[in-house]
């Protein structure tokens, strides 16, 4: 793992709807709930992507972008971050290295 993408700040901004991150190595990425949502690292949403990719007429079920205002992420480990969706998804485990390359 690169240890530049360990972040030294996290801030998660319920009023913006964004998850500001900035690394170890001086870089800062600004990742919207929208984005975060859409692009959820577990299997069911990888699967919905993955057919709305194939299928033009699949319209993708995705639930919505807000997190919970008293628990909206945890620390994984000292890898990853998890995610608590107010409509109850938090399968999704986003590793840092994921969350850095998510901001292009
Ligand atoms: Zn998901």
Same mark, same amino acid.
């Given at each position: 793992?690169?240890? /530049?993408?360990? !972040?030294? /700040?996290?801030?998660? #901004? ?8 900035? &690394?170890? #190595? *001086? ?5 919207? @709930? $929208? ?16 057919? =709305?990719?194939? $299928? !033009? ?11 919970? %205002? ?6 994984? *480990?000292?890898? %990853?971050?998890?995610?608590? &969706?107010? #409509? *109850?998804? /938090? =399968? *999704?485990?986003?590793? @840092? ?8």
């Amino acid at each position: 793992m690169n240890e /530049n993408y360990t !972040p030294k /700040n996290i801030d998660v #901004d319920l009023k913006a709807a964004e998850v500001r991150i900035e &690394w170890q #190595d *001086g870089e800062k990425s600004v990742l919207p @709930f $929208e984005l975060l949502r859409e692009q959820c690292p577990c299997a069911v949403c990888g699967e919905e992507r993955k057919k =709305a990719a194939e $299928e !033009p007429l699949f319209i993708r079920p995705m639930g919505k972008a807000e997190l919970l %205002a008293d628990r909206p992420a945890e620390l994984v *480990g000292q890898y %990853a971050l998890q995610f608590f &969706w107010i #409509d *109850g998804h /938090n =399968a *999704g485990i986003y590793p @840092f290295d994921y969350l850095r390359q998510l901001d292009k």
